[in-house]
């Protein structure tokens, strides 16, 4: 089956510096991935789309300066979290559209915190 | 403002009970699906329901699109401790491939 890898799984950084996330689809072409973030026992909330080869798009209360993403290439995306601050601490998970089949797959997720 | 709504928010039953999970919206949607979360991970797929008034069976867990597409619901049959989990619905509006999280029901179930 479709498989995205995410990366890193956890990763701890100090208040004021930029952290990025990897999404890859391993197995399939995704012209479109997404990004959620997650708080603790609630739901995801989709922050962004990323299509291949093309800007982002934000979802409505989403800073784009902060939440940095690009999507190179058919099978990797990426968010950069810029000046990250205490309250950017969360749960990141990405999610790849394959361009062949309807599904969505999604990534291990991200634990970020922010010190 | 949530576009899904699930209910409940959190049940807490014992080994062998049934329950039953609902998943409403005011909107239309062309497809719905259903996720169980562990912690820490990424949601899985459990199923896809596309047409207004399916059912779908999954092992112990039945799954039903409204006749008008605005709200699912998922039922477990005899309910085991591995089932515990959050379960998330997520809908596809028309004219998008933006999936939407619902607000997601956190299942204990204890031996």
């Known amino acids: 089956g479709a498989v995205v890898s995410q990366h890193p799984s956890r990763v701890i950084c100090k208040s004021g510096t930029s952290v990025k996330i990897e999404c890859r689809s391993l197995?399939?072409?995704?012209?479109?991935m997404f990004w959620y973030r997650q708080f603790p026992k609630q739901s995801l909330m989709l922050m962004a789309t990323s299509n291949e080869g093309s800007k982002a798009t934000y979802e409505q209360g989403v800073e784009k300066d902060k939440f940095l993403i690009n999507h190179a290439s058919l099978t990797l995306s990426t968010l950069t979290v810029t000046s990250a601050h205490p309250e950017d601490s969360s749960f990141y998970i990405c999610?790849?559209?394959?361009?062949?089949?309807?599904?969505?797959?999604f990534g291990s997720g991200t634990r970020l915190t922010v010190v | 403002t949530q576009l899904l709504e699930q209910s409940p928010q959190f049940l807490s039953i014992q080994e062998g009970e049934n329950l039953t999970v609902y998943c409403n919206s005011s909107?239309?949607?062309?497809?719905l699906q259903w996720y169980r979360q562990e912690p820490g991970e990424g949601p899985v797929l459990l199923v896809t329901?596309?047409?207004?008034?399916e059912v779908k069976k999954l092992k112990r867990l039945t799954f039903q699109f409204g006749d008008a597409r605005k709200d699912s619901s998922l039922h477990i049959t005899a309910a085991q401790p591995g089932d515990t989990g959050l379960y998330l619905c997520?809908?596809?509006?028309?004219?998008?491939?933006?999936?939407?999280f619902g607000t997601g029901t956190r299942l204990q179930v204890f031996p």
């Open positions: 999610s790849a559209r394959d361009i062949m089949f309807y599904g969505y797959t």
């Open positions: 329901v596309v047409t207004g008034g």
């Open positions: 909107s239309v949607f062309s497809s």
């Open positions: 997520a809908g596809l509006r028309d004219n998008t491939d933006k999936l939407i």
């Open positions: 197995d399939f072409q995704a012209t479109t």
